[in-house]
C-alpha cells in the first residue's frame, strides 16, 4: 500500500511539474486554487503523519529504556530534516500536528477538504493554546464544524478565537499575557547592506511609550530643520540613548573580521566575513578596520586558510573539550550557525561528531559547530553522525533512528583564496 501511495504521489508531482502552459486566465484560476487545495489536504496528511511518527518514536524508547524525562527527545529533529525546516521549526509543526490530530478534529476536517492552510491552523492552536481542551474543543467546533474559519483573513480569524478565548475562560489569557511579559528580550539578525534588525520583544505599554519618544524626538528634530528623515532620527535616537554615544561614534566592542591579507592591503577585492553578520564587502571591510585602528579599538589575528580549498587550517588536542582556540577556530569555519541542515540557529557548543566516549579525536575534522538543541537531540538513541573524507568542504554524515542520512557541508569558503 505505501508503495503505491508514494508512486501516486509521484505521478502527481510529474503532472504539476509538466502543467500546461496554454490555458486560459479562468483556467489559471481554476489550476491555482486546486493546487492550494491540494497543498491544504498534504499539510493535513504531514500532521496526522507526523503525530503518528511522535507515537512510534516515544513508544520504542521506552522499550529501549530511556528515562521518562527524555522521551520524545529527537522526533522533532527527525520531523524537521524531512521536512527541510530548522529543528525550532519542526517543534512548532510537531506540537501542531499533536493538538490537530488529537484535539482540534474540526479544524484538521477543514484542513482535510483543502479549505483551511496550515498557517491558519497554527492561528487557531496559538490563540487557545492557554485553555483546557474542554475549551479548545469548543472553539474547534464553533469556527470550524461549520467552516466559518475558512471564509475568514489571518486577522479575523486570530481576533475571532481571542474574542471566544476572552468570553470562555477570561482568567487563563490574564494569566497568559502575565506571563507573556516575562518572556521580554531583545534580538539582533543580519539585515541586507551590512545593516542588522536590532528587535525588542516588550509589553505593549512600554513598546508604544518607546516608540513614542523616539517619534516625538523625530519630529523635534525634523521642526528644527534637521535634514535627516524621521526614520534615521528615530534611529539614531535610540542608539544615542541606549549606548549613551552618538550614532556616527565607534563603539568599543570587539568584532571577529576575516579577510585575506590582499583584500585587507587593497591588493583585491575578495569579499570579507564578519562573524555573526555574514558576508562583507572588502571596501567597507577596509573602513572598519581603518576607523576602529585609529581609534585604538581593534587589534587583528590572522586565520590562516588551506590554499586549495580556503578551508581553516586546525590544531588537534587531546582533551575531551576543545580548546578555545579550536572551539573558535570551528565557529569561525562554520561561520557561526549550527550545522545541522536547515537549521541556522547560532552555535552553542562545540561537538564531536564522532562521539568522544566511542574513540572520536578532538580535532577540527570531527568538530562541528552545533545548537544546544541539535547537540541534545544528537544524544537520543538511534542517532550517529560521523565525518566524511571528501575533496569538497568539511562534511559530516548524520543517521537518524529511521535509518534516514543527512549530509551537512561547511559554508562555502569565508574570504576568497
Same mark, same amino acid.
Given at each position: 500500500?505505501?508503495?503505491?501511495?508514494?508512486?501516486?504521489l509521484?505521478e502527481?508531482?510529474s503532472v504539476?511539474v509538466?502543467?500546461?502552459?496554454d490555458?486560459?486566465?479562468a =483556467?489559471?484560476?481554476d489550476?491555482?486554487?486546486?493546487?492550494?487545495?491540494?497543498?491544504?489536504?498534504?499539510s493535513?496528511a504531514q500532521?496526522t503523519?507526523?503525530a503518528?511518527?511522535d507515537?512510534s *518514536?516515544r513508544?520504542?524508547?521506552?522499550d529501549a529504556?530511556v528515562r521518562?524525562e527524555? /522521551?520524545?527527545?529527537?522526533?522533532a529533529?527527525q520531523?524537521?530534516?524531512?521536512r527541510?525546516?530548522?529543528p525550532?521549526?519542526g517543534?512548532r509543526?510537531?506540537g501542531l500536528?499533536?493538538?490537530?490530530a488529537?484535539?482540534?478534529p474540526?479544524t484538521?476536517?477543514?484542513?482535510? *477538504?483543502? &479549505?483551511?492552510?496550515?498557517?491558519?491552523?497554527?492561528?487557531?492552536a496559538?490563540e487557545?493554546?492557554?485553555?483546557?481542551l474542554e475549551?479548545?474543543?469548543?472553539i474547534?467546533r464553533r469556527l470550524?464544524?461549520t467552516?466559518?474559519?475558512?471564509?475568514?483573513?489571518?486577522?479575523?480569524?486570530?481576533?475571532a478565537?481571542?474574542?471566544?478565548a476572552?468570553e470562555?475562560?477570561? +482568567?487563563?489569557?490574564?494569566? &497568559?499575557?502575565r506571563k507573556a511579559?516575562?518572556?521580554r528580550?531583545?534580538?539582533?539578525?543580519?539585515?541586507?547592506?551590512?545593516m542588522?534588525?536590532?528587535?525588542?520583544?516588550l509589553?505593549v505599554t512600554?513598546g508604544?511609550?518607546?516608540?513614542?519618544?523616539l517619534?516625538? #524626538? +523625530?519630529?523635534a528634530? /525634523? #521642526?528644527s530643520?534637521?535634514?535627516r528623515?524621521?526614520?534615521q532620527?528615530?534611529a539614531?535616537t535610540l /542608539?544615542a540613548r541606549?549606548t549613551?554615544?552618538?550614532?556616527?561614534?565607534?563603539p568599543?566592542?570587539e568584532v571577529?573580521?576575516?579577510?585575506t591579507d590582499r583584500s585587507?592591503l587593497g591588493q583585491?577585492?575578495?569579499?570579507?566575513h564578519l562573524?555573526?553578520?555574514g558576508?562583507v564587502?572588502?571596501?567597507?571591510?577596509r573602513?572598519?578596520v581603518?576607523d576602529?585602528t585609529? *581609534?585604538?579599538r581593534?587589534f587583528i589575528?590572522? %586565520?590562516y586558510?588551506a590554499?586549495?580549498t580556503?578551508?581553516?587550517?586546525?590544531?588537534d588536542?587531546r582533551? &575531551? %573539550?576543545?580548546?578555545?582556540?579550536?572551539a573558535? %577556530?570551528v565557529? $569561525?569555519?562554520? =561561520?557561526?550557525?549550527?550545522r545541522?541542515?536547515?537549521c541556522?540557529?547560532?552555535?552553542?557548543?562545540?561537538?564531536?561528531a564522532h +562521539?568522544f566516549?566511542?574513540?572520536g579525536?578532538?580535532?577540527?575534522?570531527?568538530? *562541528?559547530?552545533?545548537?544546544?538543541?541539535c547537540?541534545l537531540a544528537k544524544?537520543?538513541?538511534?542517532w550517529?553522525a560521523t565525518?566524511?573524507?571528501t575533496q569538497? &568542504?568539511? $562534511?559530516?554524515?548524520?543517521?537518524?533512528?529511521?535509518?534516514?542520512?543527512?549530509?551537512s557541508?561547511a559554508p562555502a =569558503?569565508?574570504v576568497g583564496r
Open positions: 500500500m505505501f508503495d503505491t501511495l508514494m508512486r501516486q509521484d502527481t508531482a504539476l509538466d502543467c500546461p502552459r490555458l486560459s486566465d =483556467q489559471r484560476i489550476l491555482i486554487r486546486k493546487i492550494e487545495e491540494l497543498h491544504c489536504i498534504g493535513a500532521a503523519t507526523a503518528d511518527l507515537e *518514536q513508544a520504542a524508547q521506552v529504556g521518562a527524555r /522521551v520524545g527527545e529527537g522526533v529533529e520531523l524537521a530534516l524531512a527541510r525546516e530548522s525550532h521549526k517543534s509543526l510537531l500536528a499533536k493538538v490537530l488529537g484535539e482540534m474540526h484538521l476536517g477543514l484542513m482535510r *477538504q483543502g &479549505r483551511l492552510n496550515e498557517w491558519r491552523a497554527t492561528i487557531l496559538r487557545t493554546a492557554c485553555l483546557s475549551h479548545r474543543a469548543e474547534d470550524c464544524a467552516g466559518e474559519a475558512a471564509t475568514m483573513s489571518d486577522t479575523a480569524l486570530a481576533r478565537a481571542k474574542k471566544l476572552c470562555l475562560d477570561p +482568567a487563563a489569557i490574564v494569566a &497568559r499575557a511579559e516575562t518572556e528580550h531583545v534580538s539582533i539578525r543580519p539585515a541586507p547592506d551590512t542588522c534588525w536590532v528587535t525588542a520583544l509589553p512600554a508604544v511609550g518607546v516608540y513614542a519618544a517619534l516625538a #524626538a +523625530a519630529k528634530a /525634523v #521642526a530643520g534637521d535634514e528623515g524621521k526614520g532620527v528615530m539614531d /542608539v541606549v549613551g554615544a552618538s550614532a556616527a561614534e565607534t568599543r566592542v571577529k573580521l576575516v579577510m585587507l583585491a577585492d575578495d569579499a570579507a562573524a555573526g553578520y558576508p564587502p572588502a571596501p567597507w571591510a573602513a572598519l581603518k576602529a585609529a *581609534q585604538a581593534a589575528r590572522r %586565520l586558510v590554499p586549495a580556503g578551508e581553516l587550517v586546525a590544531m588536542s582533551a &575531551r %573539550l576543545a580548546p578555545q582556540g579550536l573558535d %577556530l565557529a $569561525t569555519r562554520d =561561520q557561526d550557525l549550527c545541522t541542515p536547515w541556522g540557529a547560532p552555535i552553542a557548543q562545540t561537538d564531536h +562521539a566516549q566511542a574513540g579525536e578532538t580535532s577540527a575534522a570531527n568538530l *562541528q559547530g552545533l545548537c544546544q538543541r547537540n544524544q537520543a538513541p538511534g550517529f565525518p566524511v573524507v569538497a &568542504r568539511h $562534511t559530516i554524515e548524520t543517521t537518524t533512528p529511521t535509518g534516514h542520512r543527512h549530509r557541508r =569558503q569565508l
